[in-house]
Structures are given as structure tokens and as C-alpha cells.
């Protein structure tokens, strides 16, 4: 297994466009976390998954973030009419449904987001 | 709601010597998980080192271990014999055991290890 896997690695884009970005997790774990990241900043939680199911949304995410796991595999992200308060680098994180590992989240090398 | 607090923002220390990071705590939960997660320059966060509340004993890893005060909401994380690899951003973190999923991170200390 190759760890949790975060496309693209870069972003650019102008603001105002939309973007998505996709979020491929440990084969198997069945709980999925995306969270944002300011620089010099701790990771900012953004949302939950139980296998298909977004069972934790947090209240600073506007009505322009939306996210999706079909089927309970990969992940997507998606901002629409992206603003510049939106750059950051967004993580994506996996964990197990059980075993020793149960409480360990595992995270991707994230998308840095630039909106110009 | 629970907060996490770091209050240093950047430590740096020689190589070999002992570092201690300092994090605290607000929540009014009783049953809840404590991290420390490890963020070097290539940004892939991994976690360090691990602590249940519920257990008196502190955990250690290694050259890690941890001070775990729970009358204090206190999580502090010790490196001993520091190496070059341990150069990073770290992060703070608490999870309650039962109810919300989510992970709430502090602020984050920059640790340089200078040879």
C-alpha cells in the first residue's frame, strides 16, 4: 500500500473558478477526513466520512465547499467560485475501522491551493 | 468546544540535547485521546506518539514520551537525544473517545535541531 494519495499536488487558479480536488485513502480504511492548513498554521478540521456516509461537516464550511466519497473508496473535494481567502493547502487523512492503528490518522502530502 | 493551545511557536536546540514541547488543553470531556503529530518540511503529517486519558501511565516511543497532567490539561512531549530528522513542524492534538470524529489541532511549534 502506498499511504493516502492527494491529486494534484499544486493548484493554481483564478478566483471566482471552480476546483476539485481528490483524495485516494488506505485501501480499506473506512473513515476519511479532509482538513485545511493556513501557513504557520495548525490543520483545520472541514469534514468527516464513515465509509460513504459525511457524518461531521464543520461550521466554517461555507456553502462553496462541498465533498463527496461514492461508494466509500476515494474522496473529492470540491470549492466553487474559489476566493483568495481559499489558498491553503488542503489534507486529506484516512484511518482504519479497527486494529492497533484504530485511532492513527494517516495523511496525504495534500494539494496546495493558490487563488489568484 | 475543545481548544488546544500551543504556546511556542519555535524552539531550537543542538543537536543530542533534550527539547520539551508544551501543549494544553480546554475541554470539559472526561474520556478523550491525546497526540502529537510531526509535520517535517516534505509536509506529510505522521503521528508521533499517542496517549489515552484514561491511562495514568505516560506514554513513550522511543527517544519520545509524554507528561501527561489531566488536572492540569496539560500534554507536554519530550525529545531526548535529539537527531537532525527531528527538525519539523509539531502538532498538538485531541480527540474526544466517544461522539464527534474529528481531530482539533493546536497552533503548531517550529523545532529546528542545529548540528
Known amino acids: 500500500d502506498t499511504g493516502v494519495s492527494q491529486n494534484p499536488r499544486h493548484k493554481i487558479t483564478k478566483r471566482g473558478q471552480n476546483v476539485t480536488f481528490r483524495c485516494d485513502p488506505i485501501s480499506e480504511h473506512n473513515r476519511l477526513y479532509w482538513y485545511r492548513q493556513t501557513l504557520g498554521q495548525g490543520p483545520e478540521f472541514l469534514t468527516y466520512f464513515q465509509n460513504e456516509a459525511q457524518l461531521e461537516k464543520s461550521r466554517l464550511l461555507s456553502d462553496r465547499f462541498s465533498a463527496e466519497r461514492p461508494k466509500g473508496s476515494f474522496s473529492t473535494l470540491e470549492i466553487q467560485r474559489t476566493e483568495q481567502g481559499d489558498s491553503a493547502m488542503y489534507l486529506c487523512?484516512?484511518?482504519?475501522?479497527?486494529?492497533?492503528?484504530?485511532?492513527?490518522?494517516?495523511f496525504g502530502s495534500g494539494t496546495q491551493l493558490s487563488v489568484l | 468546544a475543545q481548544t488546544v493551545t500551543q504556546s511556542q511557536p519555535e524552539m531550537s536546540v543542538q543537536e543530542a540535547e533534550t527539547v520539551t514541547l508544551s501543549c494544553t488543553y480546554d475541554?470539559?470531556?472526561?474520556?478523550?485521546?491525546l497526540f502529537w503529530y510531526k509535520q517535517p518540511p516534505s509536509r506529510q503529517m505522521i503521528l508521533v506518539i499517542r496517549q489515552e486519558a484514561y491511562k495514568q501511565q505516560n506514554a513513550t516511543e522511543n527517544r519520545f514520551s509524554v507528561n501527561f497532567q489531566k488536572a492540569a490539561k496539560s500534554f507536554s512531549l519530550k525529545i531526548s537525544d535529539s537527531q537532525l530528522g527531528d527538525t519539523a513542524m509539531y502538532f498538538c492534538?485531541?480527540?474526544?473517545?466517544?461522539?464527534?470524529?474529528?481531530?482539533?489541532f493546536g497552533q503548531g511549534t517550529r523545532l529546528t535541531i542545529n548540528p
Open positions: 492534538a485531541f480527540k474526544v473517545i466517544q461522539g464527534a470524529q474529528k481531530l482539533v
Open positions: 475541554t470539559s470531556e472526561n474520556n478523550y485521546y
Open positions: 487523512a484516512s484511518r482504519p475501522r479497527e486494529g492497533i492503528d484504530y485511532e492513527k490518522l494517516f
